[in-house]
């Protein structure tokens, strides 16, 4: 069928928006990987663009040669991978009540959870909360906070909706108990949907800072993250207080580039594997309110 004028316009127009915002995404992760690279030098001159400018490696020589770097590196790897296991498991045992209309106060205690979303207790408060609770400077303090999130138990909660109820009246007439329901039936059909979700909590404790920031005091529990900020708050101090460039500020920025794309390798090597499931997760989610 042969296309109008006005619709290979309007192709026309969303291939140009896809190759905007295409580029609009690549091209800092580019940056960071082409400045890594670089002269820390050249870097701080501001002509490192589009392409490697005096190459070197000394960067990744320096991360490898920096313990400090290797440990923040093990601290996140153990924050998000314990914390997404941990989210998961609260996460699908606070949905699955949820979608079943024989939970008494149903309404009420959703609503309740939902209220949540909105209205947040504030840092001082949850400050005060954990010191309470003596997790303080503590790896359990980090694996708590925002160990279930609302929205991913809501989202959750739609798709165990979705499964007909004959296969639980099904499970219950062999003799399976609401535990085995939810274990051996539910959890094995809503592979798609933990992948998903489990991604977003994987992304989420991966980029998270802030309250290790605020609550971490040894520098051995510290993830990389927070390192990264003390690395640029170094820098700048240092870029203030000189007056001409200095080989260890431009060294210090190159190496935060490099611990950059350090960082983000895990995340890119993860995705291809679990995109069918992304995929399959978010229709999921979009077929039933």
């Known amino acids: 069928m042969k296309k109008s004028i006005s619709e290979k ?49 000394e ?33 699908s045992l606070g949905a ?26 504030g840092t001082i408060p949850m400050y005060i909360c954990l010191r309470n609770l003596n997790l303080l400077d503590s790896r359990m303090g980090i694996l708590m906070l925002g160990a279930a999130q609302t929205f991913y138990v809501i989202l959750m909660r739609t798709y165990f909706e979705s499964i007909p109820d004959s296969m639980e009246e099904a499970a219950k007439i062999d003799g399976a108990s609401d535990f085995q329901v939810f274990l051996n039936v539910y959890m094995p059909l809503s592979v798609a949907s933990i992948v998903t979700i489990a991604l977003y909590y ?26 990264l900020k003390k690395f640029v708050v170094e820098m700048t101090a240092n870029n203030s207080e000189l007056s001409k460039i200095d080989y260890t500020v431009t060294s210090r920025e190159t190496t935060i580039f490099a611990t950059i794309v350090i960082s983000t390798i895990p995340m890119i090597v993860l995705y291809p594997f679990i995109q069918r499931f992304f995929v399959k997760g978010v229709m999921i989610g979009a077929v039933k309110g």
């Open 59 to 91: 960067a990744y020589t320096r991360i490898f040669e920096d313990s400090s770097i290797w440990i923040s590196y093990a601290n996140t790897i153990f924050y998000s991978v314990v914390g997404t296991l941990l989210s998961v498991v609260l996460t």
């Open 96 to 121: 699955y009540p949820l979608s079943k209309k024989r939970l008494r106060g149903k309404k009420f205690l959703t609503g309740f959870i939902l209220l949540s979303m909105w209205f947040t207790p």
């Open 9 to 57: 316009c309007f192709d026309t127009f969303n291939i140009i928006l896809m190759i905007v915002i295409m580029f609009i995404t690549l091209y800092p992760l580019w940056y960071v990987l082409v400045a890594s690279f670089s002269s820390g030098i050249e870097v701080t001159n501001g002509n490192v663009v589009w392409w490697i400018k005096d190459f070197e490696t």
């Open 202 to 227: 994987f992304v989420i404790r991966w980029n998270s800072y802030f309250w290790a920031m605020i609550i971490l005091k040894d520098p051995n529990k510290i993830p990389l993250q927070v390192l």
